[in-house]
């Protein structure tokens, strides 16, 4: 059964520490996006990735870093340095930069 | 660049009752206009997508939009609401040749019995 998966869905962490949020999809898909849910704001963009080993900053990419070793794997670092970290983060991943994109369930990140 | 607008945060309606959620969009190129769900603690759903072709678009659901490229607007409608169909419902473009999607802020559809 493909998809994206995204682990853990609920994360709690202290302030000042890193944390890596995992996402995964068996899709094929060449593109993924991680992205930031607050509440009436919509999606903002942090980071995408278009192939293996290659990844731009999104829009609000300060604080947080990425990496893409394998077609399958995006996984997300929220550093101590984003100053407002708790959030609802989205993973998501497209054929091609051209066609929609496939959402993961998200992770529900809590930092106190 | 491209923005979206969502006039409505909120929609409450009754049960059966049809509904329209609003979008707007500017962009100074051609899009693709997209319309996702999103249920409590849940990731997004495509809906419906306008790439190219006849400007009525059906989708899942029983949900349809109609593209009016003069008004810039994409809105999604539904004849008859039922109970599961409370979510959030977002309006995303891109422009064509574009790399990134554009999200609206979002309309939360409250459907009540």
């Known amino acids: 059964d493909g998809g994206i998966t995204q682990s853990p869905k609920y994360l709690f962490r202290k302030e000042g520490q890193n944390v890596t949020l995992s996402c995964e999809q068996n899709?094929?898909?060449?593109?993924m996006y991680w992205y930031r849910q607050d509440p009436g704001q919509g999606l903002r963009l942090i980071y995408y990735?278009?192939?293996?080993?290659?990844?731009q900053k999104g829009d609000i990419a300060e604080g947080y870093s990425v990496s893409r070793e394998k077609k399958e794997s995006f996984p997300l670092t929220v550093t101590s340095a984003q100053k407002n970290p708790t959030a609802f983060y989205l993973c998501?991943?497209?054929?091609?930069?051209?066609?929609?994109?496939?959402f993961g369930p998200g992770t529900r990140l809590t930092v106190t | 660049a491209q923005s979206v607008t969502q006039l409505d945060s909120q929609v409450p309606v009754f049960e059966e009752a049809p509904v329209e959620l609003r979008c707007n969009y500017s962009?100074?190129?051609?899009?693709?206009l997209f319309w996702y769900v999103q249920y409590p603690n849940q990731g997004l759903q495509l809906l419906l997508k306008?790439?190219?072709?006849?400007?009525l678009v059906k989708g899942i659901n029983g949900f349809e939009a109609e593209f009016n490229k003069s008004q810039t607007s994409f809105h999604l409608r539904k004849p008859s609401v039922h109970i599961s169909d409370t979510a959030e419902y977002f309006c995303?473009?891109?422009?064509?040749?574009?790399?990134?999607?554009?999200f609206g802020p979002g309309t939360r559809l409250s459907v009540l019995p």
């Open positions: 899709l094929n898909h060449d593109a």
């Open positions: 995303a473009v891109k422009a064509r040749g574009g790399q990134n999607f554009v």
């Open positions: 962009s100074s190129v051609s899009v693709y």
């Open positions: 998501a991943s497209s054929i091609a930069l051209l066609y929609e994109q496939y």
């Open positions: 306008y790439l190219s072709g006849s400007t």
């Open positions: 990735s278009q192939i293996v080993n290659d990844f």
